[in-house]
């Protein structure tokens, strides 16, 4: 069963841009999360898709925003990139389950750098 | 809001032997649950155990293991008879069961395990 894949892998921008990163859920998930891993700022959760659904939204500006696809799969946008935005972008799968927190299964990530 | 608190930036631990890694947790909720995620230097994240706060049984999985202390929000891995390819970055992460933060994984800061050999 192949796991959740995330494209590009690197990715390199510079400050204003904008940055679209994909994401692929593990086969029979619906449920698609996007968290952000930078330099001294730990692991932070920015959003959580579902049946096409945003359903949760982390402490993060409208700049950044998402769609989910019929497939499930994920899109993750970053616009008026911004230095402060490098970091490793994470996307986890899970089933859809009702009142019990679901395994998420992360995927490699995407690099991205802005210059 | 949920906050996690990993208070031992780096450890180490000789290949055969004992660690425990610490985890602290604030939350207001009574339903919930808590996650011990592995993050080896290849980056991809790995789920080592749960535990839902409903159940007074620690959680096990094989020679991982978890001291859930409810009252004291405390969530501790113990790993034991370590091997080399427990080296890795481990996360402390908090999921609530329902309202704002359900669907969201909090993240402790994370614990740099070193395993000599």
């Known amino acids: 069963e192949a796991g959740v894949t995330q494209s590009p892998t690197h990715l390199i921008k510079t400050r204003g841009q904008q940055a679209t990163l994909r994401c692929s859920p593990i086969s029979g998930h619906t449920s698609v999360y996007w968290y952000q891993q930078a330099l001294g700022l730990g692991l932070q959760f920015l959003l959580w898709y579902d049946e096409g659904e945003e359903r949760n939204r982390g402490n993060f500006p409208p700049r950044f925003s998402g769609r989910q696809f019929p497939n499930y799969s994920s899109e993750l946008n970053v616009n008026a990139l911004e230095l402060e935005d490098s970091a490793l972008y994470l996307c986890?799968?899970?089933?859809?389950?009702?009142?019990?927190?679901?395994?998420?299964?992360f995927g490699p990530g995407t690099r991205l750098t802005v210059l | 809001a949920q906050t996690v608190t990993q208070s031992q930036p780096e450890m180490s631990v000789q290949e055969a032997e004992t660690v425990t890694l610490s985890c602290t947790y604030d939350?207001?909720?009574?339903?919930?649950?808590l996650f011990w995620y592995k993050q080896p230097p290849s980056r991809q994240m790995i789920l080592v155990i749960r535990q839902e706060a409903y159940k007074q049984q620690n959680a096990t999985e094989n020679r991982f293991s978890v001291n859930f202390q409810k009252a004291a929000k405390s969530f501790s891995l113990k790993i034991s008879d370590s091997q080399l390819g427990d080296a890795a970055m481990y996360f402390c992460a908090y999921n609530g069961a329902g309202g704002t933060s359900y669907g969201k994984l909090t993240f402790g800061q994370g614990t740099i395990l070193t395993v000599h050999p």
């Open positions: 939350t207001s909720e009574s339903d919930y649950y």
């Open positions: 986890a799968s899970s089933y859809r389950t009702s009142g019990r927190a679901p395994e998420q299964f």
